[in-house]
């Protein structure tokens, strides 16, 4: 399988574009849909053509089951569909499939709404909510079903799941007829209401389309259109104990809707066929609008280290994998969020993802490119330590002065002086990294070792004198003396060449601070790809929680708020557990920055 490490800078333009965009430029310019007529909501041929022509020159639609929590396949779905509406100027509906009444909640439906808004789309368009739920529709899809029933276009069909399955067929075998194909309309129709009202049991019946048992494609061997599920569901509640399949439902809805283009995954493009048989029934049936929408398959969004299934994301969170779904280790939108991910980020990462045919995996450093670019224009700056070692400045008291603190002072941004300077004091006691300090360093390091001469970023060149260690060897103390005429931003300052420059933050005012530097949860780019399942391929290490010693501005971080921690990373005030008026601070590494310092 083809992976993809890089992506273009930028995304191509609106204009010339992917398949996607030709179709739609070829429609338009055709003015395939341009007959068509909007009722101001979904409906069925006669309420579209009580209302006005359609203004929307496309119509597209994101249709999650509310099942789970949406992930970043998703964001990338929504991305398509909203950002190809916006561009034509047309509608994108958030539509709700919820015809599987078993798995859905509302808690789902409420974070879709909510996830939907965060990633900047709305399917408020020409003043109507464009909200919809597919078990609104469930009374015209069992129209369509009688009206196929008639038509003889479908049949209940009352073999055992065990014959459905034999008869089916496979690959290399046709399918066998079932023996009750060819009852005729009449008989089907009145077990067909039997099925509605109740009077067969689960499993007992399954209404099917009358297509063809040999056809090579295998969704098209008369495929089921509803099966028997005493089941309460959340919208419908106990109204109905027969479900549509989503292989049914699905086109009608699209139909209702007056879509125009149905983007699908490419695991649906074996069902257009289906979809393209039913719609033209209901069509020729006077039922539905016209012309009909049609499907188009883009491959599914695959990223490297992470899972983007509903189904094992949950067992993720159900199983205690993961602390719940916005777990900042979690490709879910509310996990990304946590973790520090910006809308912006997450939709310049569709964008240069692009949609393609061909299934690939992205590097999960595609999106961490993204939200680089998206932060390191706008993210403040700051500075921390994440495993601090103190640093004495052993002439400080003498040839500064007793106790002396020194402001020192900052960009918040380099490249954007109007958003002002941050000061911090540097006095006798500073913290570093414990990896800026070396013994005997190996060729290229130009940190602190005896000897050498460092500057400390917006501070003072200091030369390290050596280190105290404990008796068990461990790095205690860094000692260094000051060069007084050296600090940043004085006429000294330039005077002594030093090939190193560390961050620090000073212990007279620097703050304590909870940061959870994140892995990747699973330890191998394609968790669940090989023999092994992808539970067992769980990063153990995928978090590290430590004290850091942070720069005073940082008490001041809000929830959410995103900083470039000097030389580390991009890093958020983590939006549950940060606590700043009780100077609880904690924060989130994003991702580290590219660049590599020596
Ligand atoms: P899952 O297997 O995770 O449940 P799904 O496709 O069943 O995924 P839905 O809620 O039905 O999830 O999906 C809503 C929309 O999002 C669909 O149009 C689907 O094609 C799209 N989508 C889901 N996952 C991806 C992905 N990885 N890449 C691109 N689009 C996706
Ligand atoms: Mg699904």
């Known amino acids: 399988m083809r992976r993809v490490t890089t992506a273009p800078r930028s995304p191509a333009p609106a204009a010339s574009g992917n398949f996607l965009r030709q179709a739609i430029g070829h429609d338009i310019a055709a003015a395939t849909y341009s007959s068509r007529r909007w009722g101001g909501s979904p409906g069925d041929a006669r309420h579209h053509a009580g209302g006005p022509p359609d203004w929307a020159p496309i119509r597209t639609r994101f249709p999650p089951e509310p099942n789970g929590y949406l992930h970043i396949g998703h964001a990338k779905s929504i991305s398509v569909n909203f950002g190809l509406a916006r561009d034509y100027g047309g509608a994108c509906h958030l539509r709700l499939d919820d015809t599987n009444p078993e798995k859905e909640g509302l808690e789902y439906v409420e974070s879709i709404q909510e996830t939907v808004r965060w990633l900047g789309f709305d399917w408020e368009q020409h003043g109507i909510r464009h909200l919809y739920q597919a078990s609104d529709s469930f009374d015209f ?42 009852r005729s309309p009449a008989v089907n129709l009145h077990r067909f209401r039997e099925m509605r009202d109740g009077k067969l049991a689960e499993g007992a019946a399954i209404l099917r389309a009358r297509i063809d048992m040999a056809s090579p494609n295998i969704n098209l061997r008369d495929p089921a259109l509803y099966r028997i599920k005493y089941a309460r569901h959340h919208n419908t509640g106990d109204r109905w104990c027969i479900y549509p399949m989503y292989t049914f439902a699905h086109p009608i809805e699209d139909a209702l809707e007056n879509i125009t283009h149905s983007i699908a995954t490419l695991e649906f493009e074996d069902q257009r066929p289906f979809y393209d048989w039913l719609l033209s029934h209901l069509a020729q049936g006077g039922l539905i609008n016209t012309p009909a929408p049609r499907q188009y398959e883009f491959a599914r969004l695959k990223l490297t280290h992470v899972v983007t299934s509903k189904r094992k994301l949950r067992q993720l969170v159900n199983e205690g994998h993961v602390d719940g779904w916005d777990d900042p280790r979690m490709p879910t939108i509310v996990g990304l969020r946590r973790r520090g991910y910006t809308p912006g980020a997450l939709l310049l990462f569709a964008e240069r993802v692009g949609v393609s045919k061909a299934d690939s995996w992205i590097d999960y450093a595609v999106l961490e490119g993204a939200l680089r670019d998206d932060l390191e224009p706008v993210a403040a700056r700051a500075m921390a330590v994440l495993d601090p070692v103190r640093l004495v400045i052993t002439n400080w008291d003498q040839v500064m002065g007793t106790g002396h603190l020194e402001r020192c002072s900052a960009p918040v941004h380099p490249r954007v002086p109007e958003r002002g300077e941050r000061s911090f004091s540097f006095g006798r006691d500073l913290w570093v990294e414990r990896a800026d300090y070396a013994e005997s360093p190996g060729p290229g390091f130009f940190r602190l070792f005896p000897g050498n001469l460092v500057r400390l970023k917006f501070g003072y060149v200091v030369r390290c004198t050596g280190a105290v260690r404990t008796s068990s060897g461990e790095l205690a103390e860094i000692h260094a003396e000051v060069l007084p005429e050296t600090r940043s931003g004085t006429p000294g300052a330039a005077a002594v060449k030093v090939k190193g420059t560390i961050t620090w933050v000073g212990a007279a005012d620097c703050l304590q601070a909870e940061v959870r530097l994140y892995g990747h949860l699973f330890k191998v780019a394609e968790p669940g790809a090989g023999e092994e399942s992808f539970l067992g391929e769980i990063n153990p290490a995928s978090v590290q929680r430590v004290t850091a010693c942070v720069e005073r501005t940082l008490g001041h971080a809000q929830a959410d708020e995103r900083f470039q921690f000097e030389r580390l990373g991009y890093f958020v005030a983590d939006r549950k557990d940060h606590q700043p008026g009780e100077g609880k601070l904690v924060f989130n590494r994003i991702t580290t920055l590219k660049e590599s310092f020596t």
């Open 141 to 182: 899809m069992y129209r369509a079903a009688e009206y196929l029933i008639e038509a003889g276009l479908a049949y209940v069909d009352e073999q055992s799941a065990e014959q459905l399955r034999i008869n089916r067929g496979d690959f290399g075998r046709p399918g066998v007829d079932s023996p009750f194909r060819d």
